[in-house]
């Protein structure tokens, strides 16, 4: 049996993830550690653990494992002590709001002799795994451009508080799609120049709910990527990832999220969708723990975090100087 636990319900994926938990054999969902002791009260009810109230204790005991779903800002200290610990560490995205806290993590897990994953679950999903497949067999040629989005729900509460987010839509965005782009074309970034906007909540909200941002990749590959909290709370789920690649043999469209029916419900006067495909978290948190049997970093690294860091850092520098900036 391996046993995980999770660190903080902040980030609303630990609920996902702990769905994951419970639902894969041979795993247990072993205990919940927060700061939040009510919240993480709530959360152990729920998914039928305990909830351990000290950190120290939490970690002393023989849990394989740590998914950390924190608050931004939050996940270097809960590294650094699940690493001191001797765990396994799942860190949700992004790794850390600066270069300097995510190469923080990265070196302290590696001195520790630990596996440290970054949590991008769009990795797992099917239609970018056959995007990336037909990009590999090179059937298409090169590829010049690509133009991606991202768009999805406002959160709210600390993801609007710069302190403990780092940033708004485009922090929470794109590194999605930085994550994405590297691992399908295997290729770095190396400039970007972004806008950012506060115009779809208004004062209400203190950070960027939009950013625009154009890419350089290794090559002269240009990229355009959109990131937004534009999708209204009715919306039938929380957002998208698209992508288009334009290459020399052709264009290359994929909707990360279109494995889906469209449900319109008179009894319930509503639209939904109805999802038929993949569960993405469910494979990203199989793919942890076979991590954690196995003693190797997950598919996703310490490193990929790091450098979709560096670019969404990068992003907001732009921003603020006017000026591409060089990554």
């Given at each position: 049996?391996?046993?995980?636990?999770?660190?903080?319900?902040?980030?609303?994926?630990?609920?996902?993830y702990?769905?994951?938990?419970?639902?894969?054999?041979?795993?247990?969902?072993?205990?919940?550690?927060?700061?939040?002791?009510?919240?993480?009260r709530?959360?152990?009810?729920?998914?039928?653990?305990?909830?351990?109230?000290d950190?120290?204790?939490?970690?002393?005991?023989?849990?394989?494992?740590?998914?950390?779903?924190?608050?931004?800002?939050?996940?270097r200290?809960?590294?650094?002590?699940?690493?001191?610990?001797?765990?396994?560490?799942?860190?949700?995205?992004?790794?850390?709001?600066?270069?300097?806290?995510?190469?923080?993590?990265?070196?302290t897990?590696r001195?520790?002799?630990?596996?440290?994953?970054?949590?991008?679950?769009?990795?797992?999903?099917?239609?970018?795994?056959?995007?990336?497949?037909?990009?590999?067999?090179?059937?298409?040629?090169?590829?010049?451009?690509?133009s991606?989005?991202?768009?999805?729900?406002?959160?709210?509460?600390w993801?609007?508080?710069?302190?403990?987010?780092?940033?708004?839509?485009?922090?929470?965005?794109?590194?999605?799609?930085?994550?994405?782009?590297?691992?399908?074309?295997?290729?770095?970034?190396?400039?970007?120049?972004?806008?950012?906007?506060?115009q779809?909540?208004?004062?209400?909200?203190?950070?960027?709910?939009?950013?625009?941002?154009?890419l350089?990749?290794?090559?002269?590959?240009?990229?355009?990527?959109?990131?937004?909290?534009?999708r209204?709370?009715?919306?039938?789920?929380?957002?998208?990832?698209?992508?288009e690649?334009?290459?020399?043999g052709?264009?290359?469209?994929?909707?990360?999220?279109?494995?889906?029916?469209?449900?319109?419900?008179?009894?319930?006067?509503?639209v939904?969708?109805?999802?038929?495909?993949?569960?993405?978290?469910?494979?990203?948190?199989?793919d942890?723990?076979?991590?954690?049997?196995?003693?190797?970093d997950p598919?996703?690294?310490?490193?990929?975090?790091?450098?979709?860091?560096?670019?969404?850092?990068?992003?907001?520098?732009?921003?603020?100087?006017?000026?591409?900036?060089k990554?």
């Amino acid at each position: 049996m391996v046993k995980i636990g999770i660190m903080s319900f902040a980030h609303i994926h630990a609920n996902s993830y702990a769905a994951c938990l419970n639902a894969l054999p041979g795993v247990s969902l072993a205990a919940i550690w927060d700061d939040n002791m009510a919240r993480g009260r709530k959360a152990a009810k729920e998914y039928k653990t305990k909830f351990v109230k000290d950190l120290t204790d939490f970690l002393a005991s023989d849990i394989d494992g740590v998914i950390i779903t924190s608050e931004n800002s939050k996940h270097r200290e809960m590294v650094e002590a699940a690493a001191k610990a001797r765990k396994w560490i799942l860190c949700e995205k992004p790794l850390a709001p600066t270069m300097k806290d995510a190469k923080s993590i990265v070196d302290t897990c590696r001195k520790a002799g630990v596996g440290l994953g970054t949590a991008f679950p769009c990795r797992f999903s099917t239609p970018l795994v056959e995007a990336k497949a037909m990009l590999n067999s090179g059937q298409y040629g090169e590829v010049y451009a690509v133009s991606c989005t991202n768009h999805g729900q406002y959160p709210g509460g600390w993801f609007a508080d710069t302190a403990l987010s780092g940033g708004g839509a485009t922090m929470d965005h794109t590194v999605h799609v930085v994550d994405l782009l590297r691992w399908m074309l295997g290729k770095e970034f190396t400039s970007v120049y972004c806008e950012l906007g506060n115009q779809l909540h208004g004062k209400s909200l203190k950070t960027d709910d939009l950013g625009s941002l154009h890419l350089e990749m290794d090559g002269g590959i240009q990229v355009s990527h959109l990131a937004s909290w534009s999708r209204p709370k009715s919306f039938p789920t929380w957002g998208d990832v698209t992508m288009e690649f334009v290459c020399e043999g052709g264009l290359i469209t994929v909707d990360a999220f279109n494995q889906k029916l469209t449900v319109f419900d008179d009894g319930n006067e509503e639209v939904r969708w109805e999802n038929w495909g993949d569960n993405a978290d469910l494979a990203l948190i199989k793919d942890f723990v076979d991590a954690v049997q196995s003693k190797c970093d997950p598919a996703s690294t310490g490193m990929d975090g790091f450098c979709a860091t560096a670019v969404t850092e990068a992003a907001y520098k732009s921003a603020k100087t006017g000026k591409t900036v060089k990554i």
